[in-house]
Nanobody, 119 residues
Framework: QVQLVESGGGFVQAGGSLRLSCKAP???????????LAWYRQAPGKQRELVAS???????DYADSVKGRFTISRDNARKMAYLQMSALKPEDTAVYFC??????????WGQGTQVTVSS
């Protein structure tokens, strides 16, 4: 399993922006680089959902609810992934998690980072 640590959450007004970061402090690049990385989120009282993903070839995919507003990226040299969020809405309020799809299926999660968007 690869430890992934999220940061960058906070409180922002609707229409604002935030950039979330995800680092793999203990992974070596040969382990990190092939991974598909994804951002998930869980709002209070709701199931966790996939927000965006990026493959080793940097192919990206997004949930319909965030297309055109969120951008996922990665920096393999730094073993980092990012989620740039713009035009934030109150319904984007959630705890955001960085993970691999495999670890998500195994129910292995980090602590996440809280994003709160006020109206």
């Amino acid at each position: 399993q690869v430890q992934l640590v999220e940061s960058g959450g906070g409180f922002v007004q609707a229409g604002g922006s935030l950039r979330l970061s995800c680092k793999a402090p203990r992974a070596i690049t040969s382990t990190f680089n092939p991974l598909t990385l994804a951002w998930y989120r869980q709002a209070p009282g709701k199931q966790r959902e996939l927000v965006a993903s990026i493959t080793r070839e940097r192919n990206t995919d997004y949930a319909d609810s965030v297309k055109g507003r969120f951008t996922i990226s990665r920096d393999n040299a730094r073993k980092m992934a990012y989620l740039q969020m713009s035009a934030l809405k109150p319904e984007d309020t959630a705890v955001y998690f960085c993970n691999t799809p495999l670890q998500a299926r195994e129910d292995y999660w980090g602590q996440g980072t809280q994003v709160t968007v006020s109206s």
